[in-house]
């Protein structure tokens, strides 16, 4: 019984080639635009380090894991560099992905404009022998190995207090072989903003969104957030994901240059029958904050 639940589980999460979102999904996402979009590179103007963890579904056998590492920073004024990590594991199905990014950024009014471009690979292994029954099926009998190279672009205008981002991570459709039918991991399209508001001297409100569509694979979806900054130390706050999860945020920036984060999800979906939510955490670290050229909080 439960190597089925394991197979409809793989089915369910889209690594079948169903309609499902199919990229990794943080709630911290408003604090990580470099995993969406590779014009934010070096859009802090220091060397800026973020580490993410993310348990999905807690409590059920095969749930998604998610890790990802991105490292970005600016030289010569207008140019930025950006390198993102990412391993997801769910079930039998493990990813792993290495972009590298590349921005240039113009001013524009009362901010910049960046425009990105990344590159790279993704290397996903199936591990279908596990799914093996007592009455051996040949379908399953052997795992899969895919490296497949991609690429991405993307605009980011940023100014002081808002921003604005449009991205497509990977642009190329990309065919996976699978025992019973061929997948894709489709091209996805991401449009996001935020800005921040300033209520009193010890307090900031950012509400923010992030609009998801995937043509021909899944439907709309799309994240709302709204956080709230405590003389500048403090984030807490909560994130809307459509007909999916209502997810509980905090970050505490301990200095200048650390910063730490946790986020809950409770899931509204058919999936809260079988999980007890979903967990996150986050670690990010500015290399040579300088208070001189740095005199307002990061907000983005």
Request: hydrophobic share 40%.
């Amino acid at each position: 019984m439960k190597k089925i639940f394991t197979f409809l589980l793989c089915i369910f999460t889209g690594y079948l080639g169903v309609q499902a979102q199919q990229d990794a999904q943080y709630s911290f996402y408003m604090f990580s635009p470099l995993s969406i979009n590779p014009a934010y590179a070096g859009t802090r103007d220091i060397k800026s380090f973020m580490a993410i963890y993310r348990h999905q579904w807690a409590g059920y056998d095969g749930a998604p894991h998610t890790a990802a590492l991105s490292f970005h920073t600016a030289f010569k004024e207008k140019n930025g560099l950006g390198v993102y990590l990412e391993n997801d594991r769910i079930n039998i199905h493990n990813r792993i992905t290495a972009m590298l990014s590349y921005s240039y950024r113009i001013p524009l009014g009362p901010g910049k404009l960046s425009m990105g471009l990344q590159g790279g690979l993704f290397h996903q292994r199936s591990n279908f022998s596990e799914l093996a029954t007592e009455q051996p099926d040949q379908l399953f009998a052997e795992n899969t190995n895919h490296l497949r190279p991609n690429f991405g672009a993307g605009l980011y205008y940023y100014a002081p207090t808002w921003f604005l981002g449009l991205s497509v991570p990977h642009l190329l459709n990309t065919k996976i072989e699978t025992p019973t039918e061929d997948s894709f991991r489709y091209r996805h399209y991401f449009l996001s903003g935020g800005i921040a508001i300033r209520a009193t001297d010890k307090l900031y409100v950012k509400p923010g969104f992030l609009i998801k569509s995937i043509p021909g694979s899944a439907p709309f979806s799309a994240d709302m957030s709204l956080n709230f900054l405590f003389k500048r130390r403090f984030w807490l706050g909560a994130n809307y994901r459509w007909k999916d999860s209502v997810d509980l945020l905090a970050q505490w920036n301990i200095n200048k240059n650390l910063r730490i984060g946790y986020a809950y999800d409770i899931t509204l979906s058919q999936v809260a029958k079988i999980n007890n939510g979903s967990h996150e955490v986050m670690l990010g670290y500015d290399f040579g904050y300088d208070k001189s050229r740095v005199v307002t909080p990061r907000y983005f």
